[in-house]
């Protein structure tokens, strides 16, 4: 029987800003700069790239590149991206240490690791600047994973498997057999898998619920145990290896995986 030896978790929608919502304000707002709105459910469809390939994204959804072509008489180009981008991260910072709150159960679930022996890194689609604000937020509130990573000096982001072998240099952990990733996107998802490690999807304060904890407060236990189904088809189709509904599971999920190696 192998131990696993490190679980890499995502940042915001996982183990802090619950819901994800920190990103999505500042796409739409800077969208909306320049006549040409998106909605929150498009820009969650990216969430997990890095921010500069989901604006990519945004641009070329079929419905915003006409709505560009509308407005300008000419197809989006890379100006347009970087500019979006630059505006994306002027919003961004000034409202990204309101969205580093842990999510419920992730301090509990790290100390619980830990005492195990279980190393803890994290990946995300924010750059280093973003992290040098979410990161002290963070920790001042009592999550402080060992290792954050960002993809600004890797090849590419998610869902390439960079910034997850990264994590495994730093930590000094010689087999993607021992590694598990956490991650709230279908983008997360496919970074676990192509570094070729056990993936596991958390629903409940995801993306893709896209829920404050207010609206799963408020809303009747029919309605939200079929949003969460749907959750869990999306990332069971995407090929993760194991779904739970909250982080407080993640160690039963371990567990399971240990007996299986």
Known sequence: ???????IF???GTTVDYGCFAPVAAFVESFEAIGVPVTPEETRRFMGLTKVEEIRALFGLPRVAEAFRAKYGREAGEADVQGRYKAFQEILYQTLDRYASPIPGVVDTVNRLRAQGIKIGSTTGYTEAMMDIVRPAAEAQGYRPDCCVTSDHLPAGRPAPYMMWQNLTQLAVPSTDAVVKVGDTIADIGEGLS???WTVGVVMGSNELALSQAEVENMSA???EARKAEVRRRMTEAGT???IDHIGELSEVIAAIEQRS
């Open 195 to 197: 570094a070729k490690v």
């Open 222 to 224: 029919a309605e939200l």
């Open 1 to 7: 029987m192998k131990r696993i030896e490190c679980v």
């Open 241 to 243: 290896h194991y779904v």
């Open 10 to 12: 995502d940042w915001a």
